[in-house]
């Protein structure tokens, strides 16, 4: 599969070259700003999405009993 993907990439690039420019040059303008680990480390799920699924797999346990 990844030399599937190999030769489509380099397919598109000489079909299509001014895409892979553009590409390129909007990578290299975004700023190097380091993340926290706070933010490295969260899922960017807020914590009582979590408790409120937690609690309908709890409600759902007991109601199969």
């Given at each position: 599969?990844?030399?599937?993907?190999?030769?489509?990439?380099?397919?598109?690039?000489?079909?299509?070259?001014?895409?892979?420019?553009?590409?390129?040059?909007?990578?290299?303008?975004?700023?190097?700003?380091?993340?926290?680990?706070?933010?490295?480390?969260?899922?960017?799920?807020?914590?009582?999405?979590?408790?409120?699924?937690?609690?309908?797999?709890a409600v759902?346990?007991?109601?199969?009993?």
């Open positions: 599969a990844e030399d599937f993907f190999k030769r489509f990439d380099q397919a598109m690039q000489t079909a299509y070259p001014a895409a892979y420019a553009v590409q390129a040059e909007a990578v290299a303008t975004l700023p190097a700003v380091p993340n926290s680990s706070k933010e490295a480390a969260s899922s960017g799920i807020p914590i009582w999405v979590w408790i409120g699924i937690a609690a309908v797999i759902a346990i007991l109601a199969m009993r």
